[in-house]
């Protein structure tokens, strides 16, 4: 009897130094997160908006609401992270199962991390972010003496208000939505139901946000390529392209000094600056094309390019196989666990090289959708500034950053990118089940991807053609640049695509009547 509780007691020990070692773990992963994410957003924030001398209030309202923003930010990197880290440890259980080292990398640390993910991105959309907007908007209610708890105080009633509106708008949705006994049962269950619908609503907002930013971010992820890497010499010679380009500068930096020291020529002078500030790019431009490598311009390029081809296309036909699977076999479908067993199988018919290449897939896909939510028109202007971005602009950003990240595992899920099954009340999402929505989801990304790549593709290499044809047939007989338009009949026939680019119409002088 005494063996049977040392026993006992034994094994409650050892749960309690489990539970003790997954709670370090998380804190200090999440404190990593949260110190990384302080740089980057300290790093963008405008400093006129947390100067005590302008007004310790402000300024003290300003901080506490960057700590908040700080705090989603971290948990929006965690959820990014989160599938990731989940297959890579599974993977690193599978080939070393009997490591003393890494006992400390578990199932239940896994399925710790992801409730942890889920609980704090429930906690930061629905209270944190709008109670971070409206406290630096607020003032304290009318009458009231002024300070911070004034403003604490006239926030707490307005997010107050907004949270019984939306609560009350949900009830309505779901009585509306379901009419059998047991739906009627869970509209009295805050915790169980109000919450995990509330953020299925919101996850599927951003699944397809991530459908729409992700194949948009997959082509831009070309061009952004292009102008960051050196491009090689196609049917181009850069020697006298940056020869001309020297020269004209000489040209417009001349008439603007003559026209600075002379009364009788009248020359618009903001245009000769903003066309001097343009040609002095392109020669900076050039310059470093001429300094780059002979293996940087013609090996980094090419590489880079058939990079994001391969992985891509990698994407699509996942999702292609992904949608013959759901034709075929409703096991297909996503869904939850709620045990984490790792350790057991990998989640690739390819092993470590099938979860690495998942790994990269989904952090491409994540990387190729923040590209695409900024470079669309319609949220290009919550693109952070560096130090010089307002306090509203950056909860806006956090939580937009945080829908997508959060969605983010649902997301690939979905595609098929991944067989690793959600964990916890990611899975409990009620449209996950439904083939329809899936089959739709899968087909449209695809039809997406393949039709913005394409397009993007198929144009710049056109463009690239044009530009490398126009320019040799600007040239003289002998090599030297000739002053042609690109109008004239000679150019045309020489090159007959070169009327479609948007170059600069050359400036004539004017002459007026002396002051």
């Not at 989940?86 to 003393?100: H, T």
């Not at 997959?218 to 392209?241: C, H, I």
């Not at 530009?467 to 040799?472: C, D, H, T």
Request: with cysteine; charged share 15%.
């Amino acid at each position: 009897m005494a063996s049977t509780e040392q026993d006992a007691l034994a094994l409650r020990e050892q749960l309690f130094h489990e539970r003790v070692r997954e709670c370090i773990i998380c804190t200090l992963l999440f404190t990593s997160l949260y110190v990384l994410c302080h740089f980057i957003i300290t790093h963008f924030k405008k400093h006129t908006d947390f100067a005590a001398e302008h007004d310790d209030e402000d300024a003290a309202v300003n901080r506490i609401a960057l700590g908040l923003c700080t705090f989603t930010l971290a948990v929006a990197l965690g959820a990014v992270l989160l599938l990731p880290f989940s297959i890579i440890s599974n993977e690193v259980l599978l080939s070393f199962p009997r490591n003393y080292y890494i006992q400390w990398l578990n199932g239940s640390l896994v399925h710790g991390l992801w409730n942890w993910v889920f609980l704090f991105s429930n906690l930061s959309l629905v209270f944190l972010m709008p109670f971070a907007y409206f406290f630096t908007e607020s003032e304290g209610f009318a009458g009231s003496k002024k300070g911070i708890m004034a403003r604490v105080y006239e926030t707490s009633v307005v997010l107050l208000l907004l949270t019984l509106l939306v609560l009350g708008m949900v009830w309505v949705a779901s009585a509306i939505m379901g009419n059998d006994a047991a739906s009627r049962q869970s509209l009295y269950d805050l915790w169980e139901y109000y919450l995990p619908y509330l953020y299925s609503c919101i996850s599927l907002f951003g699944v397809l946000l991530l459908l729409l930013c992700t194949p948009f971010g997959l082509s831009t992820m070309f061009t952004v390529m292009g102008q960051l890497l050196v491009k090689p010499w196609l049917l181009e010679d850069l020697d006298e392209q940056l020869s001309c380009t020297r020269l004209e500068e000489a040209a417009v930096s001349r008439r603007i000094c003559s026209g600075k020291a002379s009364c009788w020529l009248n020359l618009n002078m903001e245009l000769l600056q903003e066309q001097l500030f343009t040609i002095r790019n392109k020669r900076r431009k050039l310059e470093l094309r001429h300094r780059a490598s002979p293996w940087q311009r013609n090996l980094g390029y090419p590489l880079a390019m058939l990079g994001l081809l391969a992985l891509t296309g990698t994407s699509v036909l996942i999702v292609c196989f992904h949608v013959l699977e759901l034709l075929l076999d409703d096991a297909a479908l996503p869904r939850g666990i709620e045990d984490a067993s790792l350790g057991q199988v990998s989640f690739s018919i390819f092993g470590s090289f099938g979860a690495a290449l998942q790994v990269i897939l989904i952090l491409y896909l994540m990387v190729s959708s923040v590209v695409g939510f900024y470079s669309s028109p319609l949220f290009s202007r919550l693109l952070p500034v560096h130090q010089d971005t307002p306090l509203t602009k950056i909860i806006g950003n956090c939580v937009s950053l945080l829908v997508l990240s959060s969605a983010l595992p649902v997301f690939s899920r979905t595609l098929g990118i991944t067989r690793f099954d959600l964990l916890g009340d990611f899975g409990r999402f009620n449209w996950l089940g439904n083939f329809y929505i899936v089959f739709l989801y899968n087909m449209g990304f695809a039809a997406l991807t393949t039709l913005c790549l394409v397009k993007r593709v198929s144009w710049a290499v056109q463009a690239e053609l044009i530009r490398a044809f126009g320019e040799g047939g600007t040239r003289g007989w002998g090599g030297s640049c000739v002053l042609v338009p690109p109008s004239s009949p000679l150019t045309l026939s020489l090159c007959p695509g070169l009327h479609k680019l948007p170059l600069p119409k050359p400036c004539s002088r004017r002459l007026t009547q002396p002051c």
